[in-house]
């Protein structure tokens, strides 16, 4: 099976427009997903005014992100007393259930050992929960951060031989960690465990805290995310679901993910499914988690499939072996491209700028070998040299349709190429948290919208014009 590569050699040197974004911005999101938690920075103001502004931009909602603020002096000095001082105003102000300390590259570069500081106050200040996840941006990306972020929430509140006595009876509680998905997405996850009657705790839910009602009064920290009673009790569920294909890889070559932690230490058994976007990956999910909770697969998603596979016969014309560049996180990259391939799209460029060594495996597990030697497979990847590859294609093989973020918008308008927007950030568009990506009904959604835009394009190209199709 041979690869096509990309350029070798780039005209630059340094990463220009990367596509991603910064380590600790994942486990900030992830603090998020938390009831009652503030994310807290290690670092200078600036990390956090930038991490701010990607998520309130794309959540449309008020973000507050603590910052231990450091000043020249502390990047000489150290940041310990600062770090203490930050915790106690956040306490103080926040009153918080938990605070989440991420680190940002100044802290880490001149190495403050933060877990030793939060270890002299007994990981614990006022009743508020410390918990530390180290974020070197300059070795990650913000799906990293992400992922150890929300193990090192599973591990502060579930130590070894701590074991909650809770007894599930007859009802099959399920741990699932969804990776970074919309806030429509995590709400459409939780109606499918009710739909199977199957109580679950998604961690994290961000779904209500960043996208809740307009405030009659200023909330400190606005509802909603799964609670830390909730997080605690993870360790009686009868399976942990973990989505993503990368990530099933990786954890395969050593990384500890928080399923990993549950299993070691109480023997939870965990499941590892890819991001359920498309008919394949939703069969799959939805299968497991009849099997896992013993419950048949409702009939309602009979009926959406089969609305779903009916949607794809009737675009089928409009997008059979139309050429498509996929950016975006890997995971989510390797899961728009098993979708792509099962309507009839070739997704020609899988481009990606995590550095996992995984991401090439994973694509090749999922798409068909029928198609495997038209893709090209790149991570590591920004956007000036996913745009000189792409341009550099030959017109047969060059994509007529870009799918990602809005980071990628740039580029997109420089070749010409329509762009539909998924993922993480939107920053141009409303509705970005509201974009559904899983299961058959975000199939259903995604297909519309893809096969609408090429037949946006086909108009506007169009030199009469024409309004029947
Ligand atoms: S300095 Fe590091 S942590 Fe701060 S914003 Fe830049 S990449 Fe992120």
Redesign the pocket.
């Known amino acids: 099976m041979s690869l096509r590569k990309h350029k070798e050699t780039p005209s630059y040197t340094a990463t220009q427009n990367a596509c991603k974004m ?4 994942g486990a900030t999101l992830v603090f998020q997903g938390i009831e009652g938690c503030v994310p807290l ?1 290690h ?2 103001q ?2 956090s005014t ?2 701010r502004r990607y998520l309130i931009s794309h959540f449309k909602e008020p973000v507050d992100i603590a910052s231990s603020n450091f000043t020249e002096e502390t990047a000489v000095f150290g940041g310990g007393a600062n770090l203490k001082l930050a915790i106690e105003n956040v306490a103080r102000q926040y009153a918080p259930s938990m605070i989440g300390i991420a680190t ?3 802290s880490e570069t001149i190495g403050d050992d933060v877990q030793l500081i939060l270890n002299s106050m007994d990981n614990t200040i006022q009743g508020t929960a410390l918990v530390h996840v180290s ?4 070795t990650g990306t913000h799906v990293d951060g992400f992922h150890g972020a929300v193990a090192a929430v599973v591990d502060r509140f579930n130590p070894v031989g701590k074991r909650i006595v809770y007894r599930p009876k007859k009802m099959k509680k399920i741990n699932l960690f969804p990776g970074m998905l919309s806030n429509e997405d995590l709400r459409h996850l939780k109606d499918i465990f009710e739909e199977f009657h199957t109580p679950v705790t998604i961690l994290p839910d961000y779904s209500e805290r960043l996208e809740g009602p307009s405030w009659q009064e200023y909330q400190a920290i606005q509802k909603g995310g799964t609670p830390i009673s909730a997080i605690e009790k993870m360790n009686v569920a009868v399976n942990s679901m973990e989505f993503g294909a990368v990530l099933a890889l990786t954890a395969e070559m050593g990384l500890e993910t928080a399923g990993d932690i549950l299993h070691k230490r109480f023997g939870i058994p965990c499941t590892r499914l890819p991001i359920p976007i498309g008919v394949k990956a939703t069969d799959h999910f939805l299968d497991t988690l009849s099997r896992i909770s013993g419950r048949p697969v409702p009939e309602r998603y009979r009926k959406e499939k089969w609305r779903l596979v009916d949607a794809y016969v009737d675009g089928n014309k409009y997008v059979s072996k139309k050429r498509a560049l996929i950016y975006g996180e890997e995971d989510f990259v390797v899961a728009m491209a098993g979708f792509l391939a099962e309507v009839g799209i070739i997704p020609v460029l899988c481009a990606s700028g995590g550095k996992s060594k995984t991401f090439k495996q994973a694509l090749e597990q999922t798409l068909p070998d029928t198609l495997i030697d038209q893709v090209i497979i790149q991570n590591d990847m920004d956007f000036t040299c996913m745009e000189e590859t792409a341009a550099a294609m030959p017109d047969d093989q060059k994509p007529e349709l870009i799918i990602g973020n809005s980071k990628g918008y740039a580029m997109a308008r420089r070749l010409n190429i329509p762009l539909v927007r998924v993922g993480f950030p939107i920053h141009d568009r409303v509705g970005g948290a509201r974009i559904l990506h899983v299961g058959y009904k975000g199939a259903l959604q995604l297909f519309d919208t893809i096969v609408n835009t090429i037949l946006t394009a086909k108009q506007t190209e169009s030199k009469i014009g024409y309004s029947y199709m």
């Open positions: 910064c380590t600790p911005l920075l670092g200078s600036g990390c930038y991490m940002t590259c100044l974020t070197p941006s300059y």
